[in-house]
């Protein structure tokens, strides 16, 4: 991959992730709980254990995981409503967390949950870009403990969980590809995209979209293969936080 004379604010290269850290069982309440540090980005992940299941699951013989996803007033530069007092999410939220609740249920077979539902709280305590993939990244490992919680309790008999997920952010700025960009490169890419990857190599979701200018195939390989090698770091990181390696 060829460099340009594009120098990151942060003087990483451009395969360099930022300082990842993830601290699994933060809240003494919930059944699972991560705190995601992405750099300066930082997102509390739980995962609480409900038995009731939504109308259109029951009877199926199978369970459920699904997401909610918001920023805390002050986690940007300036404060924000909270979305409750607008009465609704908006729509970047909606998105969030469907993605989140997509990407964890790709690697769970709903029907070793049985009549649980599993339920992902994602809230942004500072921000400072990448804080869907922080997200998905941290509530994996929130999911984990959850699903080891069932176990141990005797609630199911299978472990539901099939593969790892992580994921991460890419871009292009200055025709520079670029791994895990902060607030101010995103702010300013050509293009932007979020990739949700497994451990077995398998593709859970991408979303790249240009902003200013059309990328080409070869940029679209160099920030896939840029995704690879982050979501392999990032492989590791959930592993020793849940003493798995």
Not at 48 to 58: A, E, I, N
Not at 80 to 105: C, F, H, N, P, Y
Not at 176 to 196: K, P, R
Request: aromatic share 6%; with cysteine.
């Amino acid at each position: 991959m060829k460099k340009s004379m594009f120098k990151r604010p942060s003087n990483r290269n451009f395969d360099e992730l930022r300082n990842i850290s993830l601290e699994a069982n933060i809240s003494p309440h919930a059944e699972g709980s991560c705190i995601a540090k992405f750099g300066k980005t930082h997102v509390l992940c739980t995962a609480s254990v409900d038995s009731k299941l939504p109308l259109w699951l029951k009877n199926s013989g199978k369970g459920w995981i699904t997401a909610e996803y918001g920023m805390l007033p002050r986690s940007t530069h300036t404060r924000m409503d909270r979305e409750v007092t607008k009465g609704k999410a908006s729509g970047r939220t909606q998105e969030i967390q469907r993605l989140i609740g997509r990407s964890l249920r790709s690697v769970v077979d709903l029907k070793k949950l049985t009549d649980y539902q599993i339920k992902i709280d994602c809230d942004v305590i500072q921000a400072d870009g990448g804080t869907r993939t922080a997200s998905v990244t941290g509530a994996w490992v929130a999911l984990y403990q959850a699903v080891n919680f069932l176990l141990k309790s005797g609630k199911i008999i299978e472990n539901p969980i099939k593969d790892q997920i992580a994921a991460i952010s890419c871009g292009i700025c200055e025709n520079q590809e670029l791994i895990d960009l902060d607030y101010e490169e995103d702010s300013c890419a050509e293009t932007d995209g979020n990739f949700v990857m497994t451990f077995t190599n398998g593709i859970v979701e991408i979303q790249t979209t240009a902003e200013e200018k059309p990328f080409n195939k070869n940029q679209f390989f160099n920030l896939l293969n840029l995704a690879e090698l982050g979501t392999r770091s990032i492989f590791k990181i959930q592993r020793k936080a849940l003493n798995l390696e």
